[in-house]
């Protein structure tokens, strides 16, 4: 029996790994680097938990102000392995170390990583190009169940951010 279960474990994984089991859209698929870890992941990776992506950059100071209210909502969950959150940095150029600092700096306490070009193209075909604006502060939420939210912008509250990853 537990052979049996062990060979079923082993082909439902190869199955996802080879994307037969779920349609997730190309930009949940593609690669990223943990900037602070050097952690591999996907958006798409965190099957079960609620995602909250603001794409950023390390020059844009509505970045630095929407992360501070990002932060403080993260700090306000404590420890609730339901919700990540994800400082996506759309400077194509800039080293992980770099970006890792600047978290530091910061006192970020967020997961960091940096666009691929790949991931960035898919961005803006799956939302628009705005995503790619920094200043404009975009962010969208993926739920528990795969599916996303529209592309928002502005600089949100920690209170408004919390309420956009609890529904």
Request: glycine share 6%.
């Amino acid at each position: 029996m537990k052979l049996f279960i062990k060979t079923s474990l082993l082909i439902m994984n190869l199955f996802m790994v080879l994307g037969f089991a779920q349609d997730k859209p190309v930009w949940q698929t593609l690669e990223l680097t943990n900037a602070v870890t050097g952690e591999t992941f996907t958006l798409g990776g965190f099957e079960g938990q609620t995602v909250y992506v603001e794409p950023m950059a390390t020059w844009c100071s509505n970045c630095r102000k929407q992360l501070t209210n990002v932060n403080a909502a993260k700090a306000e969950l404590a420890d609730d392995s339901k919700i990540v959150f994800v400082a996506l940095s759309v400077e194509g150029n800039l080293a992980n170390e770099k970006l890792a600092a600047y978290a530091e700096k910061e006192g970020f306490d967020l997961t960091f990583a940096v666009a691929t070009p790949e991931l960035l193209k898919a961005l803006v075909e799956a939302f628009d190009r705005s995503i790619g604006n920094p200043p404009s502060t975009p962010h969208f939420v993926i739920k528990a169940d795969g599916s996303f939210s529209e592309l928002m912008t502005g600089i949100d509250s920690s209170e408004e951010i919390l309420a956009l990853v609890n529904n």
